[in-house]
T-cell receptor, first 112, second 115 residues
Framework: QKEVEQNSGPLSVPEGAIASLNCTYS??????FFWYRQYSGKSPELIMS????GDKEDGRFTAQLNKASQYVSLLIRDSQPSDSATYLC????????????FGPGTSLSVIP | GAVVSQHPSWVICKSGTSVKIECRSL??????MFWYRQFPKQSLMLMAT?????????EQGVEKDKFLINHASLTLSTLTVTSAHPEDSSFYIC???????????FGPGTRLTVL
């Protein structure tokens, strides 16, 4: 089992709709989870971090964490064409050293 | 805040040469820096984790003698690709974080092309 898994997509949603991105992870002891957005040819940009079970909202973004299910998701409300990018889930794994592992990413396309 | 720079942005070199990439945290002290490699249309692959003043921890399959990492200060880490070959051509990205931040912030990346 891979350490961090995501649906690769592409995920297409119409402008104004809600985009839902999912991520599962294998290390039950992980405590910190992040969502990054990456545009083609650019480096990733941190958009959300979450550490506790439940929801965390920041503008149009909501991150959801369920540690029992080892599942983290990102909802994007009122999707805009500028949200079209690859979304990467990252997990700070609990090992003998600091280690942040990324999932394969989900490609999102918002159709005008 | 949380600005990370990388230099150079891109480099083209001949096979067999060594290339050094610098990663700097400009407005915070980076106790931990990560080096990733990303091939086209693939995700980021963690190469190594380095803490200031100590040796880097390399991921399985990453040759530490080929990819030399030095985290000499709280604001600077370097990755040297020694005796580069065409298969080393990739996008190399560093990220950095300090004690207070949970997320790691990325540099703009360095695109390496080995001819």
């Amino acid at each position: 089992q891979k350490e961090v898994e995501q649906n690769s997509g592409p995920l297409s949603v119409p402008e104004g709709a809600i985009a839902s991105l999912n991520c599962t992870y294998s290390d039950r002891g992980s405590q910190s989870f992040f969502w990054y957005r990456q545009y083609s040819g650019k480096s990733p940009e941190l958009i959300m971090s979450i550490y506790s079970n439940g929801d965390k909202e920041d503008g149009r973004f909501t991150a959801q964490l369920n540690k029992a299910s080892q599942y983290v998701s990102l909802l994007i409300r009122d999707s805009q064409p500028s949200d079209s990018a690859t979304y990467l889930c990252a997990v700070n794994m609990r090992t003998s050293y600091d280690k942040v592992i990324f999932g394969p990413g989900t490609s999102l396309s918002v159709i005008p | 805040g949380a600005v990370v720079s990388q230099h150079p942005s891109w480099v083209i070199c001949k096979s067999g040469t060594s290339v050094k990439i610098e990663c700097r945290s400009l407005d915070f002290q980076a106790t931990t820096m990560f080096w990733y490699r990303q091939f086209p249309k693939q995700s980021l692959m963690l190469m190594a984790t380095s803490n200031e003043g100590s040796k880097a921890t390399y991921e399985q399959g990453v040759e530490k003698d080929k990819f030399l990492i030095n985290h000499a200060s709280l604001t600077l880490s370097t990755l040297t690709v020694t005796s580069a070959h065409p298969e080393d051509s990739s996008f190399y990205i560093c990220s950095a974080r300090d004690r207070r931040r949970q997320g790691a912030f990325f540099g703009p990346g360095t695109r390496l092309t080995v001819l």
